[in-house]
Nanobody, 123 residues
Framework: QVQLVESGGGLVQAGGSLRLSCAAS????????MGWFRQAPGKEREFVAR????????YYADFVKGRFTISRDNAKNSVYLQMNSLKPEDTAVYYC????????????????WGQGTQVTVSS
């Protein structure tokens, strides 16, 4: 059974930082590219970042470039999202997912979603 478990969310003031973690089990993690998405109330789920299976290639949504960093540790079956200079508009539930291929921006091209972790940024 595949399971992805996100953690690390919380309440932070604008300008602060959080580090999200996603622990994976039940899938060949080191063979999977991994991504982070987010979904704010009343909005569609949107792409945040994606990292290749070996960590050599990363992609970011324009609105997080220079502020967020995606990384992974295949020995720990984990992927991370370091979020700095947080803004109130970053408030959302953040999800990790395994990218099975195709357009990296489309949620439909990802498998094995976690339950999400809430990030709230106060102004």
């Amino acid at each position: 059974q595949v399971q992805l478990v996100e953690s690390g969310g919380g309440l932070v003031q604008a300008g602060g930082s959080l580090r999200l973690s996603c622990a994976a089990s039940g899938l060949p993690f080191s063979s999977y590219a991994m991504g982070w998405f987010r979904q704010a109330p009343g909005k569609e789920r949107e792409f945040v970042a994606r990292i290749s299976w070996n960590g050599d290639n990363t992609y970011y949504a324009d609105f997080v470039k220079g502020r967020f960093t995606i990384s992974r540790d295949n020995a720990k079956n984990s992927v991370y999202l370091q979020m700095n200079s947080l803004k109130p508009e970053d408030t959302a539930v953040y999800y990790c997912a395994g990218h099975r291929g195709g357009n990296i921006y489309r949620p439909g091209n990802y498998d094995y979603w976690g339950q999400g972790t809430q990030v709230t940024v106060s102004s």
